[in-house]
């Protein structure tokens, strides 16, 4: 990996996008323009908010390990991010992983799921959050949530507050219900940051004003410091360490946009 720090940024337009070495520039280019890095939490409690500040959120859906990468490559660059990990199974529930990123100065939280996974059972759903978050709270104190988007299930997990409210559990918010309409929210999925590809990696009825494709896209507007703040959602399982990992990152990507292409026009 090419460090940054302390360098001259050079971004070339045959860059390879969605590379650890392309997750490095943007970090730099946050770093080098002076956006103010907060946590969700610290968003959450904030009274008055930075005037320039951007949170940098990581969903955990596969394949742990990537936090690993991205948390080493902020703590370079002077930025505290939001990991949102699975409870799902042992392979990405991984105390070990979490630990480690914790240790690095970045916030925990709980991508929940468990509306799907109890098949719209409300009250078994509830019960599965509060177990699932207690083996969190027993590594770390987790004061944000975050729903796992499930885009081929037909539930949507943040329905279970329209029932329950998060805060009986000593939460502070969610990570898509508790964000407010100022803020400027970009995300990958779908292997771009336009949002052409998104289920439900959306803030409800909040329209975004600002639809890029590429990194590179990112970073310019970073840097033409029209914005005051970015809140930058990435799952750390598309940014690949080489060419392999790239082409089969690529291939992944390429089959689920196809997926929810079809999914979108079977429910239309």
């Not at 690993?68 to 660059?77: M, N, P």
């Not at 949102?84 to 480690?100: G, H, Q, S, T, V």
């Not at 964000?179 to 771009?192: F, K, M, P, Q």
């Not at 082409?247 to 292409?261: A, C, H, I, P």
């Amino acid at each position: 990996m090419t460090h940054l720090k302390g360098s001259v940024l050079v971004i070339k337009d045959h860059d390879f996008d969605f590379t650890m070495d392309k997750f490095e520039q943007l970090c730099f280019s946050l770093e080098e323009n002076n956006y103010l890095p907060i946590t969700l939490a610290e968003y959450m409690t904030a009274d008055i908010l930075p005037e320039k500040y951007m949170m940098m959120r990581h969903d955990i859906d596969r394949n742990p390990s990537k936090a690993l990468e991205t948390a080493r490559i902020e703590q370079d660059y002077n930025i505290k991010a939001t990991y949102y990990f699975r409870a799902i199974n042992d392979k990405l529930f991984c105390p070990e992983i979490i630990n480690k990123v914790k240790k690095m100065g970045h916030e925990i939280g709980y991508h929940y799921e468990v509306l799907n996974e109890c098949k719209g059972n409300y009250e078994e759903a509830i019960k599965l959050f509060e177990s699932n978050l207690k083996r969190f709270k027993d590594l770390c104190d987790v004061k944000t949530v975050c729903m796992h988007g499930q885009p081929l299930s037909k539930y949507d997990n943040r329905d279970l507050w329209k029932k329950y409210d998060y805060r009986d559990f000593g939460i502070l918010g969610e990570a898509y219900l508790s964000i407010g309409d100022s803020v400027n929210y970009l995300c990958d999925t779908g292997r771009n940051w336009n949002f052409d590809h998104c289920i439900r990696d959306f803030i409800p009825n909040k329209k975004e004003n600002i639809r890029i494709n590429s990194t590179n896209d990112l970073i310019q507007l970073i840097e033409g410091g029209k914005t005051n703040n970015f809140y930058i959602l990435t799952h750390p399982e598309r940014w690949s360490s080489n060419g392999f990992e790239w082409l089969l990152f690529y291939s992944k990507d390429m089959v689920f946009n196809l997926g929810k292409e079809f999914l979108r026009m079977t429910r239309s």
